[in-house]
C-alpha cells in the first residue's frame, strides 16, 4: 500500500461539462503519474509529474489537463469531457523500479 | 517506440498445474525493465514481480517467476500450483529508461482457473 486515494471513485457526468479527478498521497512521493484503462486493454500514459508544478504530456494527453501545487496532491481535468473519455483512470507512483496504483476511478460520460 | 506484446487473451488453468503467459517486447533501449500485474474483477492494479535487463537471474517471487529470454525478447510469466484467487486479468509492461512510471503496457491475458 503506498498511501493513495483517489476520488471520486465514481462519476458519471455528461459530455460538455469539466471534471477533475483528485489524486492524494501521503508518503510524500515526488514522481505521480495518470493513465487510464479502456476496456480490454493496457494501460495508457496521460500525464506525468516529477514533483510541485513540475508536469509533463503522457502518450494520449489531449483532452486532459494536470496540476500539481502539492506533493501530496496531483489533479487530473477533463476539459470538456467526451464519451471518448468514458475509462477507468488510474493515478500511480514510482519507488525504485516498481510503481504503485490507486484503485482506480470509474469514469462515465454521456 | 516500445511495444509490448501479449498474444493470448485468454487462458484456462486447472487448479494446482503451473500456468505461463507470454509477453514479447520491443524496444531500441539497452537499460529496461519488464513488470507484471494482476488486475481481478475488484479492478486494482497489484504489482507481481520485476525483471531488469541486466539481472542475470529470472526473477522469482513465491509462486510466480519470470522467464527472461533477452535474445528473443521475451518475459513470460509462469505461475505455479494455480490457485483459483489468480483467476484475474494479467498485464505484462515495460518502463521507459529509468522512469518505472512512464511505462508500456500490453492489452492483458485473462487467466481462469479451473477447479
Given at each position: 500500500d503506498a498511501g493513495i486515494t483517489q476520488s471520486?471513485?465514481?462519476?458519471?457526468t455528461e459530455t460538455g461539462t469539466p471534471v477533475t479527478l483528485r489524486c492524494h498521497q501521503?508518503?510524500?512521493h515526488r514522481y505521480m503519474y495518470w493513465y487510464?484503462?479502456?476496456?480490454?486493454?493496457?494501460?495508457?500514459l496521460i500525464h506525468y509529474s516529477y514533483g510541485v508544478?513540475?508536469?509533463?504530456?503522457?502518450?494520449?494527453?489531449d483532452g486532459y489537463s494536470v496540476s500539481r501545487s502539492k506533493t501530496?496532491?496531483?489533479?487530473?481535468?477533463?476539459?470538456?469531457?467526451?464519451?471518448?473519455?468514458t475509462s477507468v483512470y488510474f493515478c500511480a507512483i514510482s519507488e525504485g523500479d516498481t510503481i504503485y496504483f490507486g484503485e482506480g476511478s470509474w469514469l462515465t460520460v454521456v | 517506440a516500445q511495444k509490448i506484446t501479449q498474444t493470448q487473451p485468454g487462458m484456462f488453468v486447472q487448479e494446482k498445474?503451473?500456468?505461463?503467459?507470454?509477453?514479447?517486447?520491443?524496444?531500441?533501449?539497452?537499460?529496461?525493465?519488464?513488470?507484471?500485474?494482476?488486475?481481478?474483477?475488484?479492478?486494482e492494479m497489484i504489482f507481481l514481480i520485476y525483471q531488469g535487463s541486466y539481472d542475470e537471474q529470472n526473477a522469482t517471487e513465491g509462486r510466480y517467476s519470470l522467464n527472461?529470454?533477452?535474445?528473443?525478447?521475451?518475459?513470460?510469466l509462469v505461475i505455479s500450483a494455480s490457485q483459483l484467487g489468480d483467476s484475474a486479468m494479467y498485464f505484462c509492461a515495460m518502463r521507459e529508461?529509468?522512469?518505472?512510471?512512464?511505462?508500456?503496457?500490453?492489452?492483458?491475458?485473462?487467466?481462469t482457473v479451473k477447479p
Open positions: 471520486p471513485r465514481h462519476k458519471v501521503t508518503e510524500n487510464r484503462q479502456d476496456p480490454g486493454h493496457g494501460l495508457r508544478k513540475d508536469t509533463d504530456k503522457g502518450e494520449v494527453s501530496e496532491d496531483f489533479l487530473l481535468t477533463l476539459e470538456s469531457a467526451t464519451s471518448s473519455q | 498445474e503451473a500456468v505461463t503467459l507470454d509477453c514479447t517486447y520491443d524496444t531500441s533501449d539497452q537499460s529496461y525493465g519488464l513488470f507484471w500485474y494482476k488486475q481481478p474483477s475488484s479492478g527472461f529470454q533477452k535474445a528473443r525478447k521475451s518475459a513470460n529508461g529509468r522512469d518505472a512510471g512512464k511505462s508500456t503496457f500490453g492489452d492483458g491475458t485473462t487467466l
